[in-house]
Structures are given as structure tokens and as C-alpha cells.
């Protein structure tokens, strides 16, 4: 198996809290959505009619596309390929094939895109408002609608065995959610228990255990791929417009009244975690193969001011904090080999995932040795 991969040194994490810096100060832009390319670039969406692009973690950014991109950028999502997709306001789906300096119109030229997900196997999902949920399988070409139909989706996410879930607008004594099995090719209504909550965010824990952010009702929780809902240690009247799991580091919630939520044990507690940054609007969250987390806010764009743990496996503790070595675009050389060195002994993991997007629930952890050396970059 081969694909993008990257090595840490494990953290000693104590308990301690995240806490956040601010990326750039000189960017104040209303941040609707982020990605981060497996070539390195990492691509903020705005709500002022804007594509912001930065090679350098954030340092800088400059602006990408022409007058036909002149609109928000609700979503962003990038394949396997580098390829990057912006769902925008009322002009469709543009896609770029060099790392947003252009960008073209693709087929899909519905209103508000307002959620992109490209799935483990390469399938690209859009959901419009008041259309439905959308199909590409030749890399956002053709489009085809395929559930959901004339419905607003708000959030699209694949679990961990590949069921995939969207939040929509529907009756909810019919379900306030749709789910597909077989690879978005039929789609069932589900979502008991959400009463009248429109569900704004959605995030997979496990295969079975899905959390739902809701616009004024706080988060709910499901235990069955989404089948029935329960409220998640009541958070009313709270908004969540983005949720986001890290294994070790449990789920954070970002909140349209301003501040992050987050709980370490599952959803029974909740508490803000917003240690350096302003009571902002949180919009969305990504990420970074750096290992730390992005927020999107009302007022431009932070970060977690160290490495977290990343989805589908914990650092172990005691090892060297941020160390991190990564080799893309893939496929590599066969017998290209990456050495490291490490200031202490420690124990130290290499993650691969398939279809070279990183990081990745599914990802493969395999024990290197503790002093450093040398190994090749296919698994």
C-alpha cells in the first residue's frame, strides 16, 4: 500500500488543554470553509467573494481565480489528485488543476454548494440548496443527482466503514437526515430524535457513533450510524456550524455565537476551549498534516498552538512534540528512502493511508525504531 504519509514524534499530552494563535493578523475575512492539498497549499474560502491560498502554513496568503470566482466559497474539498473543487453562492462547482492559480466551471452549475466530500475511494459528493445531494465519478466532470431531492444539505461525511451521511432540511418526523450504504447510490431517511433541529454539522467518532450540531439546539449524539438521535448533555440555544473528532484529543465544537466547545469524554461534559482566541464566530474547522488544528472564524483564521493527535490514532506520550518528516506528492520513487534523526529517544509511528489524501481515519500505524534511521516511503 502506498500513499502520503508523515512521521511524528508522540507528545506528552498531561490533560493539557489546545489553545489557539492567530494564523495571520492581516487576515480578517469571514473564513466559510478550508482544505489543505496533499502538495502542501492550504485553501480558505471566504465570504467576501474570495479564494485565499497559502504555501507557507498560513504565513502569507494571496488571492486565486478571476472575476468568475467573485463569490463565496461555501466549500472546499480536494481529491487524490491535487484537484481542488470550491462549491460557491449561486455560480456552481469551479475546480482547479494547479493549486488554485486557475480555475474553471464545472457541469454542476446549481445555486449554493454549501458541502463537498470526497470519499476513501475517490467519489466526489456535492450538497445544494434546495436540489439535493450530487454524484461525480470521474473526478466532477458528470454529475448526477442521487438523493436528497429538492432539499438544502447543509453537511455530507463518510464514516469509518464507509456509510455516508447528509443533513438536509426534510420533515422531521420523516428524518432530518439521509444515509447511503452503497456508495451513494440509493439513499434511506434517518435521524429520529431530532425533533425540529436542523442539523448544520455532522462528524463520524466511530463506524457507529455520529455527533450532529444544530442550528439553536445544541448537539446530538448517535449511537447507530444515525438511525436515533439523543441530545448530548444539552447545550440550548447554541448554533454548531463545525465539529471535528481527534481521538486523543476528543471532539471540538465550533459555535456560531462565538468560542469552541469541546469534551474529552464522549459528550457527557462539555467545556469552552478558547484560550487565545476572541468569543469569534467558528464557521469550520481542517486538519493540517502538520498535525495541528485550523478553526475558521468570523474574523479570519487560527490555530492550535501545538500538535494534536490526529483521527484513528493516539500519540503515545513522552516523545518530541511537532517533529514531523512527510513525502507527496505520490506515487514516489520505489527505492526512494527518508532518514531521521531524534534529539531523544522516543517512540515514534509512521502513518500511511490509501488514495493519498492524509490524515485519514483508516490510516496504517507502524512502530519505527526509537533513535532514528532510515526507511522507504511505500508500506
Not at 129 to 151: F, K, N, P, Q
Not at 339 to 345: D, I, N
Request: charged share 15%.
Amino acid at each position: 500500500m502506498t500513499g502520503l504519509w508523515a512521521l511524528w514524534g508522540a507528545s506528552d499530552l498531561n490533560g493539557q488543554s489546545a489553545y489557539w494563535e492567530p494564523v495571520n493578523l492581516s487576515l480578517t475575512s469571514r473564513i466559510l470553509s478550508l482544505a489543505a492539498s496533499p502538495r502542501g497549499p492550504v485553501f480558505a474560502g471566504t465570504d467576501d467573494r474570495k479564494v485565499l491560498r497559502s504555501t507557507d502554513e498560513g504565513v502569507t496568503w494571496t488571492e486565486q481565480g478571476d472575476a468568475q470566482l467573485s463569490t463565496a466559497i461555501w466549500s472546499l474539498a480536494i481529491d487524490s489528485l491535487g484537484t481542488v473543487f470550491a462549491g460557491t453562492d449561486f455560480r456552481g462547482l469551479y475546480r482547479s488543476t494547479d493549486d488554485g492559480a486557475t480555475w474553471l466551471p464545472s457541469t454542476l452549475t446549481t445555486q449554493r454548494i454549501e458541502c463537498l466530500l470526497v470519499t476513501e475511494e475517490g467519489t466526489l459528493f456535492a450538497g445544494a440548496w434546495d436540489e439535493g445531494i450530487y454524484r461525480s465519478t470521474d473526478g466532477g466532470s458528470g454529475w448526477d443527482l442521487v438523493g436528497a431531492r429538492d432539499h438544502k444539505v447543509h453537511s455530507l461525511i463518510e464514516t469509518p466503514e464507509g456509510a455516508l451521511i447528509a443533513a438536509t432540511d426534510t420533515i422531521p418526523q420523516e428524518g432530518r437526515l439521509y444515509r447511503s450504504t452503497d456508495r451513494g447510490q440509493s439513499w434511506a431517511r434517518v435521524g429520529l430524535g431530532l425533533s425540529g433541529a436542523v442539523v448544520h454539522s455532522l462528524v463520524s467518532v466511530t463506524a457507529e457513533t455520529l455527533f450532529a450540531g444544530t442550528a439553536g439546539e445544541g448537539i446530538y449524539t448517535s449511537t447507530n450510524t444515525g438511525d436515533f438521535w439523543s441530545q448530548s448533555n444539552p447545550l440550548v440555544p447554541t448554533t454548531v456550524h463545525a465539529l471535528v473528532s481527534l481521538s486523543a484529543e476528543g471532539i471540538f465544537a465550533g459555535l456560531g455565537s462565538g468560542g469552541i466547545l469541546r469534551t474529552t469524554d464522549g459528550g457527557t461534559n462539555w467545556f469552552f476551549e478558547t484560550s487565545g482566541m476572541q468569543n469569534l464566530e467558528v464557521r469550520c474547522f481542517m486538519l493540517h498534516p502538520d498535525g495541528r488544528l485550523y478553526a475558521g472564524t468570523g474574523e479570519g483564521l487560527y490555530r492550535s498552538t501545538r500538535v494534536l493527535s490526529h483521527a484513528g490514532g493516539d500519540q503515545e506520550p513522552g516523545g518530541i512534540d511537532g517533529l514531523s518528516l512527510s513525502a507527496h506528492p505520490n506515487p514516489f520513487n520505489g527505492e526512494t528512502v527518508l532518514r531521521y534523526s531524534l534529539p531523544k529517544p522516543g517512540p515514534v509511528l509512521k502513518a500511511s493511508s490509501p488514495n493519498h489524501r492524509f490524515p485519514h481515519p483508516r490510516r496504517v500505524l507502524v512502530p519505527w525504531q526509537s533513535q532514528g534511521g532510515a526507511a522507504p516511503a511505500t508500506v
